[in-house]
Nanobody, 120 residues
Framework: QVQLVESGGGLVQPGGSLRLSCAAS????????MGWYRQAPGKQRELVAA???????NYGDSVKGRFTISRDNAKNTVYLQMNSLKPEDTAVYYC??????????????WGQGTQVTVSS
C-alpha cells in the first residue's frame, strides 16, 4: 500500500509565502516524476509543477518565477516553495506521483489535497 501525505497549506496574505510538502510511503520500488496540481472552485485541475528523479522541472505558466519545486529522492518527498502568492493561487493543491511497487504494479497516486488560501 502506498500513500501520499501532504502538509503545509493554510491562509496567507497576498505577497506572502508558503511551503508545501508531500511524502510518499509504503511499498515503493520506484518513483520517477512527482508533481503538484491544483484545483480552484469551478475550474479544472491544472499542473502547478513537476520534477523528475533527475531534477528536471516543469512549471505551469502562471507560477513560473514565483514557485519552486524540489525533491528529496532518499525520502520520496517533494516540496513546493510558493512565493509572491496571489489571490488567484487560492485552490486545493494535490500531490501526484506515478509509483511502481515491489509487486511490479504501476499506479498513479494522489494525495488527499491541502487548501491554500491567499487573502487579505
Amino acid at each position: 500500500q502506498v500513500q501520499l501525505v501532504e502538509s503545509g497549506g493554510g491562509l496567507v496574505q497576498p505577497g506572502g509565502s508558503l511551503r508545501l510538502s508531500c511524502a510518499a510511503s509504503g511499498s515503493i520500488f520506484s518513483v520517477y516524476v512527482m508533481g503538484w496540481y491544483r484545483q480552484a472552485p469551478g475550474k479544472q485541475r491544472e499542473l502547478v509543477a513537476a520534477i523528475s528523479s533527475g531534477g528536471i522541472t516543469n512549471y505551469g505558466d502562471s507560477v513560473k518565477g514565483r514557485f519552486t519545486i524540489s525533491r528529496d529522492n532518499a525520502k520520496n518527498t517533494v516540496y513546493l516553495q510558493m512565493n509572491s502568492l496571489k489571490p488567484e493561487d487560492t485552490a486545493v493543491y494535490y500531490c501526484n506521483a506515478p509509483i511502481r511497487d515491489y509487486s511490479g504494479s504501476y499506479y498513479d497516486y494522489w494525495g488527499q489535497g491541502t487548501q491554500v488560501t491567499v487573502s487579505s
